[in-house]
Each structure stands twice: as C-alpha cells, then as structure tokens.
C-alpha cells in the first residue's frame, strides 16, 4: 500500500480530532486543521513530544518525518522554558464552541511560532484579520518567518495585554492568566467572544469564554485546562483564591454565569471568583 500524503494526513489527523475533541458545530475547524501545515512551523525534526496524557512520558522522534506531528500531541517549542505549541484535540474544541465569522478580526495573545496564527486566519478567511501578539522576540521572529503565506496576519513582538490593535470580534488567549486584561474586554464589539485560560498557582485553571453584550458580559466554563503563564496579566494573591476554587469544584463544572468588572459587591452570595478588576459571579 503507497504511504499517504502529507495532504492526506493532514486530513487524517483533522478527522481524528473532529471525533476526538470532539468537533460538533463548525466544519470550517475541521477544515482549517486539515489546511493548515503542522510541519511548516516547527523547523527541521528529529522534535520533541509530550503527550497531552501523560505529560512525563516526553519522547523525541526517531527521526525527521513530518508525519510524527499529525498527531493530537504537545511540540516543545522551547523545553527550558516549558513553552510548547498547545494541544491540537484541545484547541479544535475550544474554537468549536465561539462564533468565528468569515471577515473576523482577531486578536492572538501569545503566538508562539505561528500555528495557531495560521489556524484562526484560515477561520477568518482571506478578509478577516488576525493580530497575533508574541512576547518572546525569538518566537516572534519565527512567527512572522513562518506566516508569511498568510497576508492577513500581522504579527507583533509585545506585551499581549497592552497592544491595542482597535476593536475586534474576538480575543484568543494562550497563557494562563488570573484576570482578563481590562483592554481585552474594552476592544470586543457588541457580540465579540474573549476566550482564554484562567489558571491558579500551580498553572491549572479553568477554560474561560466571554460573550460582549452591550455593556454586560456573559460567561461560562469550558472545562480544565493548564497553560504557560501570561505575561502581564498575573496576581499571586488572585492565583492562590482561584486554586483554592479549583479544588473545591471536585471535577465539577465551575458554576459561572456572567463576569463584572471592577469589585464585587459586599457580601454578595452571587460571588464565584474574584481577580484584579473584575469577577465572575453564579448568576
């Protein structure tokens, strides 16, 4: 039998993940996933693999054969530092479940080498624009190397809290914060989503989704997650009050309904979490 193309493995790999996140509500996911090329962001192999179940069982590939990364695993971008490219499985869920419209603006914090760029471009379409923000100057510099086939990209080297690229229909965030950055929710248009990772001392939390209404903001869980800090928009104090919530969800969903900004009232029993600026209430 003649071995699959990298076309057809990408297919492949984009049809596991629709059953593995699983991918129920937007096919344009499973196609960007299957458009997008893995191996083009990752520079020359043998690579290193961690597997999103067992994060201890890192391997490095035999060799340099790009089909090693059409799988739902973890790349190490930068092993020293922990930084690696995220779970495809993971992310295929997530961008499932927010509205990403043909035309969309989108702001990326944390671009790492570009993939995920490339991944909401590609959702976006070809007059949608995606401001991908990246911290880390190396990984910045690999990212504009690496996106440049995808014109509708501009990628910045920065503090992803700061950078105000105008207002946008969603804002996509991919390290670990105790709080939303007051900017991200002034820069969403009416109905734009805020997705992002809220996690606590020990780098666990929880996946956050906003929807902008007017002047109020719905919100709700989308399961547990660990992620690389964010620069800028992490508390100690915050970090350790949402760890203490974590644990007492026993693996429950967390019971989240809305967020507020500024401090929550006194006394209030509608109070879930609260974090610089903001909170999250029951109701």
């Given at each position: 039998?003649?071995?699959?193309?990298?076309?057809?493995?990408?297919r492949?790999?984009?049809?596991?993940?629709?059953?593995?996140?699983?991918?129920?509500?937007?096919?344009?996911?499973?196609?960007?996933?299957?458009?997008?090329?893995?191996?083009?962001?990752?520079?020359?192999?043998?690579?290193?693999?961690?597997?999103?179940?067992?994060?201890?069982?890192?391997?490095?590939?035999?060799?340099?054969?790009?089909r090693?990364?059409?799988?739902?695993?973890?790349?190490?971008?930068?092993?020293?530092?922990?930084?690696?490219?995220?779970?495809?499985g993971?992310?295929?869920?997530?961008?499932?479940?927010?509205?990403?419209?043909?035309?969309?603006?989108?702001?990326?914090?944390?671009?790492?080498?570009?993939?995920?760029s490339?991944?909401?471009?590609?959702l976006?379409?070809?007059k949608?624009?995606?401001?991908?923000?990246?911290?880390?100057?190396?990984?910045?510099?690999?990212?504009?190397?690496?996106?440049?086939?995808w014109?509708?990209?501009?990628?910045?080297?920065?503090?992803?809290?700061?950078?105000?690229?105008?207002?946008?229909?969603?804002?996509?965030?991919?390290?670990?914060?105790?709080?939303?950055?007051?900017?991200?929710?002034t820069?969403?248009?009416?109905?734009?989503?805020?997705?992002?990772?809220?996690?606590?001392?020990?780098?666990?939390?929880i996946?956050?989704?906003?929807?902008?209404?007017?002047?109020?903001?719905a919100?709700?869980?989308?399961?547990?997650c660990?992620?690389?800090?964010?620069?800028?928009?992490?508390d100690?104090?915050?970090?350790?009050?949402?760890?203490q919530?974590?644990?007492?969800?026993?693996?429950?969903?967390?019971?989240?309904?809305?967020?507020?900004?500024?401090?929550?009232?006194?006394?209030?029993?509608?109070?879930?979490?609260?974090?610089?600026?903001?909170?999250?209430?029951?109701?």
């Open positions: 039998m003649a071995a699959l193309s990298l076309a057809q493995l990408r492949c790999y984009a049809e596991e993940l629709r059953a593995a996140a699983p991918v129920r509500r937007h096919e344009a996911v499973v196609k960007a996933f299957a458009t997008v090329p893995r191996d083009a962001f990752f520079g020359t192999g043998p690579w290193s693999i961690i597997p999103p179940k067992q994060m201890s069982a890192r391997y490095v590939t035999p060799d340099a054969d790009p090693h990364l059409y799988h739902d695993v973890l790349i190490a971008i930068d092993a020293e530092k922990g930084i690696n490219n995220g779970e495809p993971l992310w295929a869920r997530l961008l499932d479940q927010i509205e990403i419209k043909r035309g969309a603006r989108i702001l990326q914090v944390g671009a790492g080498t570009g993939y995920y490339a991944i909401l471009a590609q976006a379409g070809p949608g624009r995606v401001i991908a923000v990246e911290y880390e100057a190396a990984l910045a510099r690999a990212a504009r190397r690496h996106l440049r086939p014109r509708q990209i501009k990628v910045v080297q920065g503090d992803g809290t700061r950078h105000d690229p105008g207002k946008v229909d969603a804002v996509i965030v991919f390290a670990g914060a105790t709080h939303p950055a007051p900017l991200w929710l820069l969403l248009n009416d109905g734009g989503q805020l997705l992002m990772p809220l996690t606590g001392h020990n780098g666990w939390g996946f956050l989704k906003v929807t902008r209404h007017g002047a109020t903001y919100a709700e869980s989308l399961g547990s660990g992620f690389f800090p964010c620069v800028g928009a992490r100690d104090a915050a970090a350790r009050r949402l760890q919530r974590m644990t007492g969800l026993h693996g429950r969903a967390a019971p989240i309904k809305s967020l507020h900004c500024g401090k929550p009232p006194l006394n209030t029993r509608d109070l879930w979490y609260a974090g610089p600026g903001f909170w999250l209430s029951r109701s």
